[in-house]
């Protein structure tokens, strides 16, 4: 199986080039906010309501910033995802896609204000994911609303 995956992932590396270049920006906060997408299908993000890209973020109920933080951590380990880097209220993970070996990135911001963790998720490559980030989102959001009981 791994010599197949192999094989996989060099045909997708060498028809990669067919696609547009990846949209891939280093991961991290512009002005204190995770950035917006950059009007790709394969992008959605929680900060930037005004976009069509746009999905809620995930709201914690009944659990502290600490708690939901943590939550988000063994979620992201549960789901599949590697944390790449973790600093004061900010987490960027990677979720690499079965069998063709493409990564999405996956970023975290927490807003205790608003008792929500903002969220962005994107394909590096590709005009469009047939909704797999989106999808992604909503089973973190299921996953967070089973936790606080709503």
């Given at each position: 199986?791994?010599?197949?995956?192999?094989?996989?992932?060099?045909?997708?590396?060498?028809?990669?080039?067919?696609?547009?270049?990846?949209?891939?920006?280093?991961?991290?906060?512009?002005?204190?906010?995770?950035?917006?997408?950059?009007?790709?299908?394969?992008?959605?993000?929680?900060?930037?309501?005004?976009?069509?890209?746009?999905?809620?973020?995930?709201?914690?109920?009944?659990?502290?910033?600490?708690?939901?933080?943590?939550?988000?951590?063994?979620?992201?380990?549960?789901?599949?995802?590697?944390?790449?880097?973790?600093?004061?209220?900010?987490?960027?993970?990677?979720?690499?896609?079965?069998?063709?070996?493409?990564?999405?990135?996956?970023?975290?911001?927490?807003?205790?204000?608003?008792?929500?963790?903002?969220?962005?998720?994107?394909?590096?490559?590709?005009?469009?994911?047939l909704g797999v980030n989106r999808g992604r989102v909503e089973e973190f959001r299921r996953r967070f609303?089973?936790?606080s009981g709503g």
């Amino acid at each position: 199986m791994d010599i197949i995956n192999d094989m996989l992932k060099t045909v997708t590396g060498i028809t990669s080039g067919l696609w547009p270049e990846p949209s891939f920006a280093t991961p991290g906060l512009v002005g204190e906010r995770l950035r917006p997408c950059p009007g790709t299908p394969n992008c959605v993000c929680s900060e930037h309501s005004d976009s069509p890209e746009w999905v809620e973020p995930l709201a914690f109920r009944e659990m502290s910033p600490d708690e939901a933080w943590k939550f988000l951590k063994e979620v992201i380990g549960t789901m599949g995802g590697e944390v790449q880097n973790e600093e004061e209220g900010y987490l960027w993970s990677t979720f690499t896609v079965p069998v063709f070996g493409f990564v999405d990135d996956v970023e975290f911001r927490m807003d205790d204000a608003e008792a929500v963790i903002q969220v962005r998720s994107a394909s590096r490559l590709g005009f469009s994911d047939l909704g797999v980030n989106r999808g992604r989102v909503e089973e973190f959001r299921r996953r967070f609303a089973d936790r606080s009981g709503g």
